[in-house]
């Protein structure tokens, strides 16, 4: 491919994300808990999922411990429930990439560290958050419905969880027939919520798809050789 050429790349806007949840209850968990050093000497971030938590699901002989990601009833969930200061610690962009293939695609906390906020802005994952009264009963309604529906209206700033999230979903059916859940108000930084809604978060995508405009940058650019 020639340095000017133009491909154009489809990144797909993040409106809203919809989901089963699962509760990951405490503070300041870093992550070198979500993923311990020594599952990040890969070549790719591929198989990284089933290491997510390890040490916190596993003990010293592999034997499973009690955590909600080693249950039966957690186990297709997408939208992770934290609460304060997740992701603090070092920067590893494999904390995000072990989470997502886990299968999460949205995380709702009561705050989030900037740097781990920014990585997983990087692969459309966004990270909203609300007071800590309205996460510790979201949790507590996971816990008792672990498969009622949790949507995050990425746009508009809200979250609804069972009867609520079915009532806004024309395609989900009676929404009597899901449990009583409710709504939350939440806050997305200005900058992701613009970034994911406007289908601009893949960052390494869009240089892909401006490459013509990069090189005629480079090439005016007296200090960028040939």
């Not at 808990?33 to 591929?46: E, L, S």
């Not at 916190?56 to 990601?69: A, N, S, T, V």
């Not at 009833?73 to 920067?91: D, E, H, I, T």
């Amino acid at each position: 491919m020639s340095a000017g050429h133009h491909e154009e790349i489809d990144i797909p806007a993040v409106t809203e994300v919809t989901g089963t949840g699962i509760p990951i209850r405490g503070n300041d968990i870093d992550t070198d808990q979500i993923i311990p050093a020594r599952f990040m000497k890969v070549v790719t971030f591929d198989g990284l999922g089933e290491f997510a938590f390890f040490d916190q699901r596993f003990g010293e002989d592999d034997e499973p411990k009690d955590h909600p990601m080693n249950e039966d009833r957690f186990r297709n969930a997408s939208v992770m429930v934290v609460n304060s200061n997740f992701g603090c610690g070092s920067s590893r962009e494999h904390a995000p990439q072990a989470l997502m293939r886990w299968g999460i695609d949205a995380l709702i906390g009561e705050s989030f560290a900037e740097i781990f906020a920014g990585n997983c802005l990087a692969l459309g994952i966004p990270t909203v958050t609300a007071d800590a009264d309205a996460v510790e009963t979201l949790q507590d309604w996971i816990e008792e419905h672990p498969a009622g529906e949790v949507n995050i209206d990425v746009a508009d700033e809200v979250v609804a969880y069972g009867d609520a999230a079915v009532a806004g979903d024309a395609q989900a059916g009676d929404a009597s027939a899901a449990p009583a859940g409710g709504t939350i108000d939440v806050e997305v930084d200005e900058g992701q919520r613009k970034a994911l809604v406007d289908g601009i978060w893949d960052t390494t995508a869009l240089m892909k798809s401006n490459s013509e405009a990069i090189a005629a940058t480079a090439a005016e650019l007296p200090y960028v050789d040939g």
